[in-house]
């Protein structure tokens, strides 16, 4: 087998495929006979509003498609918004390695703020304004501005009526027929109304690749073997059950001399004295500021003070994430900071939210909630604090930050998702600095661009982290199309890589530049009357396509001097 041309190892047979297809046929003609259901028709259907939703959307209505956009929460943007996590981007985003409509979107933010909040004289000049000056990120903001002007990207094409938002609608079968999907039924979790989608071309931008098993599409889960894929980092056997820790976020802000302190969490007795069970082993309790450093796996000390003072060469903890830096506002704006809490301490490593049912689903995310409110808990009242004393009562959770009644994020910070049985997959060699050499893959169908180092958090089944540094890389069109689907793409975390280089694709700037090359391939392909297998494999096709796509502001190739 040429590993250049490895497409992996299904967590699905073909028994079992075809089985799964024909129970989820009788499972949506049972459904659409016993309810009056609605029928929508579009040229398009979209499943998940994160990032790569919004982005396939955006895309597709910019090229004349009628579209209808899905999401499970009533917050459309993902992982920017709805999970709480500031954008994990590259040192050259600014102005390159992202498709121009990403950096539209970031320049919104910055000028939403201009606009709306009371910015000191220095901070609204400043070009590249940083509301939060979080050190994770060039623009840590809060996640309701960042849904602010997505909705106001998306505010022309759903007053023409081009586009229809479904919010808090979630997937429950499909109706497929051979090597196509022709149409999706969506249940609201408001009232339980179903709603059937009808379409020539479906895109599953859920944040656990939830159309796969619906459709029959082909998918891997978990790790590969280093038999499998001759990676550097793969282990010695697969497991198709491994993945890595999900995170519950929440954001808190400090008011000194107030008492904040939350109800003691149901299950905070085991939290606190919780010892992950990893290999390499962690270095002690899990609610401490000791973990595992992410590329030495040795023991590495943290700090954390509410009111951001630096102890020691320790990073503060506070400032990794903080969205609102109480300093870049006039005087009296705000009480404090407001950080966002993604932290060693709350990724979740009991469980896997893939291919579980709903009962073990929620079981494992109500555990996660209990972590991330015994971490703020623990913060409250026992982390010690340089002047001898434990806790800091005066933190507040801040529930309005992500709009919930728990003040936990809407949704599951998701780092690993099913993956389509693809065209192509991106391997370690193709982008990992050891395996690759001096420079990444280059892919003559590439479609876009990104960059961040392979980033595995521990995962279920007790790996320690996996960290270690890649290259400035391309996203190759073959890994976005299925073997064997021909109207089904895929837009988030479920594209064709492995478990070890999901850990660099699966960041803010490349999901959006997923999402919008998958938008564009739609448009192209039902303009051509083709598939995209075929925009892929006809020479003179994918040229017409590249050249299609950067002329709306996509990037297919690194400058020369990162690309390198």
């Not at 259901?37 to 597709?60: F, Q």
């Not at 320049?107 to 910015?119: K, S, T």
Request: proline share 5%.
């Amino acid at each position: 087998m040429n590993r250049r041309d490895f497409i992996g190892m299904t967590s699905l047979g073909a028994g079992a495929i075809t089985t799964n297809l024909v129970e989820n046929n009788q499972h949506f003609q049972d459904v659409e006979r016993n309810a009056g259901n609605e029928s929508i028709n579009a040229d398009l259907i979209i499943a998940g509003g994160g990032l790569g939703g919004v982005a396939t959307a955006l895309a597709a209505l910019r090229n004349n498609l009628q579209v209808i956009l899905t999401e499970e929460t009533d917050w459309i943007g993902g992982q920017i918004t709805s999970q709480g996590v500031p954008p994990d981007e590259h040192q050259w985003i600014e102005t390159h390695g992202a498709p121009l409509s990403y950096r539209q979107l970031r320049n919104g933010i910055r000028d939403y703020y201009r606009q709306h909040y009371p910015l000191t004289e220095d901070a609204r000049r400043r070009e590249n304004l940083n509301p939060g000056d979080g050190a994770v990120s060039r623009l840590c903001h809060e996640p309701r501005v960042a849904l602010a002007v997505m909705n106001g990207m998306l505010a022309p094409y759903l007053s023409t009526g081009r586009l229809r938002i479904l919010l808090e609608y979630k997937p429950v079968s499909a109706s497929v027929s051979g090597n196509r999907v022709s149409s999706l039924m969506v249940k609201s979790l408001r009232t339980g109304t179903l709603k059937k989608l009808i379409a020539p071309w479906f895109v599953d931008a859920t944040e656990l690749g939830e159309l796969l098993p619906l459709t029959g599409t082909e998918y891997i889960t978990g790790t590969e073997s280093i038999s499998q894929t001759n990676e550097l980092h793969a282990p010695l056997i697969a497991d198709p059950k491994n993945h890595q820790a999900f995170t519950m976020c929440f954001a808190m802000d400090y008011v000194p001399g107030e008492d904040h302190v939350i109800e003691k969490p149901a299950d905070y007795a085991f939290w606190k004295n919780h010892v992950p069970a990893l290999n390499p082993a962690w270095p002690g309790k899990l609610l401490s500021l000791v973990y595992t450093h992410p590329s030495t796996l040795k023991p590495k000390q943290l700090g954390f003070h509410p009111e951001g003072i630096q102890t020691g060469d320790s990073l503060n903890l506070w400032n990794y994430r903080k969205i609102i830096n109480r300093h870049n506002f006039i005087a009296g704006t705000y009480q404090g900071d407001v950080t966002m809490v993604n932290w060693p301490q709350n990724d979740y490593m009991l469980g896997s939210l893939i291919d579980v049912n709903e009962k073990v689903f929620k079981k494992h995310v109500d555990s996660a909630k209990q972590l991330s409110l015994s971490l703020l808990y623990w913060l409250q009242t026992e982390a010690a604090r340089t002047d001898g004393g434990k806790g800091w009562r005066g933190l507040r959770l801040r529930k309005d930050i992500l709009g919930t009644d728990d003040g936990l994020a809407k949704y599951p910070y998701i780092r690993e998702s099913r993956r389509i049985k693809a065209l192509f997959t991106v391997l370690e060699e193709h982008c990992g600095m050891e395996q690759s050499g001096r420079k990444a893959a280059y892919f003559n169908d590439s479609v876009g661009t990104g960059y961040y180092h392979i980033d595995l958090h521990p995962s279920n089944r007790g790996n320690n982290y996996i960290d270690f540094p890649s290259l400035p890389f391309q996203i190759p069109l073959g890994c976005l199309i299925p073997v064997r689907m021909e109207n089904l793409l895929p837009a988030n975390k479920n594209i064709g890589t492995t478990h070890i280089t999901n850990g660099c694709y699966r960041l803010h700037p490349v999901e959006w530049s997923i999402g919008e090359a998958v938008g564009c391939l739609v448009a192209f392909a039902k303009e051509k009357n083709t598939i995209p297998k075929e925009v892929r494999e006809n020479t003179q096709s994918l040229a017409a396509f590249r050249h299609f796509i950067r002329e709306q502001g996509l990037e297919t190739d690194w400058p020369v001097k990162e690309f390198k």
